[in-house]
């Protein structure tokens, strides 16, 4: 199965910027719809952006554009999120998803086939 690592999680002061990382093991990670979700305590687990196989096509949470943007290297098999100006109302776990048979819903849970465990980004103001 395709495992997710995500790091680079963090305090960080409002209007700072973070970038998070997710590694990948997997032979075909060049060929997986990849994406980013977060959940705040007390909230389900939310759309943040995805990139597709061919890095061609990103989309983005609207409370995210503008701000955030995702990338992806597939010779390191990793994907990135680069998060600036950020409010304390991004304050969240983030988890790193994979979909290896993309469908369309980029931006449901139920798109992705993989998860990673997780990583803390707290935003102070």
């Known amino acids: 199965q395709l495992r997710l690592v995500e790091s680079g999680g963090g305090l960080v002061q409002a209007g700072g910027s973070l970038r998070l990382s997710c590694a990948a093991s997997?032979?075909?990670?060049?060929?997986?719809?990849m994406a980013w979700f977060r959940q705040a305590p007390g909230r389900e687990r939310d759309f943040v952006g995805a990139v597709l196989w061919n890095s061609d096509h990103a989309y983005y949470a609207d409370s995210v554009k503008g701000r955030f943007t995702i990338s992806r290297d597939n010779a390191k098999n990793t994907v990135y999120l680069q998060m600036n100006s950020l409010k304390p109302e991004d304050t969240a776990v983030y988890y790193c998803a994979g979909d290896q048979y993309y469908s369309g819903s980029y931006y449901l849970t139920t798109e992705y086939d993989y998860w990673g465990q997780g990583t803390q980004v707290t935003v102070s103001s």
């Open positions: 997997g032979r075909t990670f060049s060929s997986y719809t």
